[in-house]
Structure formats: C-alpha cells, structure tokens
C-alpha cells in the first residue's frame, strides 16, 4: 500500500454539475499531482500542488481546479461537468517534486 | 510537448516465457522514464525506472533497458508468471515528480 487515499471510490454526477474529489496524502508528502484516466488509456496530467501553490498544470480547461491543504490532504473540483469528464481521477503523491510518484486507488466518476 | 508511444497495445504469452514492451518519446529533454502496472480496478504501481544516465536497471525478473539515442526503452520480464497480468503504463517526464507523460498501455496476459 502506498498510504494515499482517496474519497469517494465511486461517483455518479449529471452533466453541469460540480464535483469535489478528495486525496489524503503520505504524512510528510508535500507534493500530490492529479491525473485523469479514461477507459483504457494511460493517465493524463491534470496539475500539480507543491507546499499548497500550483507547480505546473497540464492541458485542462479552467473548469478544472485544485487545492492542498497543510494537513496533506487535496481537492480536484470541476465545474461544469461534461460526459467526456467520465474516467478514473487518480492522485499521486511524493515527499518533494523531484521525488517518485505514488498513486491512490482513484475515483470513478460517472457523468450522465 | 513531450509524446509518448507504446509497443503492442495487447500482448499474450505462454508462462515462463519472456515479455518485452516498447516505448517511444519525443521530447530529448526528458530524463526519468518509469513504469507502472495497473492490474484491473487498481492503483497504478511502480515496478522499476530509470534515469537517462543510465542504460540498463535490472530487479529480479524486470529489466528496463534505455537507448537515448533513439529516444526509446522496454520493459523485459522473464520467466513470466499468471500473476504478471495485468496493464502496464511506461512513462516519460522532466524529472521525478514532474508532470509524467504517460503511454496508451499494454495489456499483458500470461496464459497458464
């Protein structure tokens, strides 16, 4: 096990709404990075938070967005939600950005 | 940006035999390659990586080899086993932590 949860496993929203995914990281861990996965395909870069500033953010809409809070734990919200949002949203963490990624179990979202 | 190909999409083999998955990046910047398997409904694990000041890292029955020349690795396992099943994911990225470009995946099955 790697230490990195993630809550909830499974989600079902509707098309325009709001979702909140959360991640609690290795103690210790002061970067996590959000990936999403969709249905086999490899994971896609979302961004990633470092001592709770944005370090880097890959091609996704502003609808997209994060936080990091002191206790190592995060958020990935999205707006405005789109069926192609559909995929497992993973979280990785690591004691430092140059250090090895460690992934969460992921949550499955499902927009209808 | 970086892009990542990969090397059968689907791959079958006879137990004990050996495996070997190709990855491809463009981006010659990049100097930490690692690789991932995803068994189904889980977390994606890190089996082995590399960095670019090195050829070749071997663990027990996983080998990654790197030719920056010709800007790609391969995974090898020998001797593999039913357990070896299972989707696995190469990567590039800048450094450790940084944003990972993932390959579309090979699904591995080892046929008793």
């Known amino acids: 096990e790697t230490g990195v949860t993630q809550s909830p496993t499974h989600l079902i929203k509707t098309r325009g709404q709001q979702v909140t995914l959360r991640c609690s990281s290795q103690s210790g861990h002061n970067t996590v990075s959000w990936y999403q996965q969709a249905l086999g395909q490899g994971p896609q870069f979302i961004f990633q938070y470092y001592r709770e500033e944005e370090n880097g953010r890959g091609n996704f809409p502003p609808r997209f967005s994060g936080l990091q809070f002191p206790n190592y734990s995060s958020e990935l919200n999205v707006n405005a939600l789109e069926l192609d949002d559909s995929a497992l949203y993973l979280c990785?963490?690591?004691?430092?950005?140059?250090?090895?990624?460690?992934f969460g179990s992921g949550t499955q979202l499902s927009v209808l | 940006g970086e892009n990542v190909e990969q090397h059968p999409s689907t791959l079958s083999v006879q137990e004990g035999d050996s495996a070997v998955i190709k990855c491809t990046y463009s981006?010659?910047?990049?100097?930490?390659f690692p690789w991932y398997k995803q068994e189904l409904g889980k977390r994606p694990q890190l089996i082995i990586d590399i960095r670019s000041n090195v050829g070749e890292k071997k663990d027990q029955r996983i080998a990654v080899t790197l030719n920056k020349t010709a800007k790609h690795f391969s995974l090898h396992i020998t001797e593999t086993q039913p357990e070896d099943s299972a989707v696995y994911f190469c990567a590039a990225s800048f450094d450790y932590g940084q944003n990972f470009v993932f390959g579309p995946g090979t699904r591995l099955s080892v046929l008793p």
């Open positions: 981006d010659s910047a990049s100097n930490y």
């Open positions: 990785a963490s690591s004691p430092d950005p140059n250090e090895k990624l460690f």
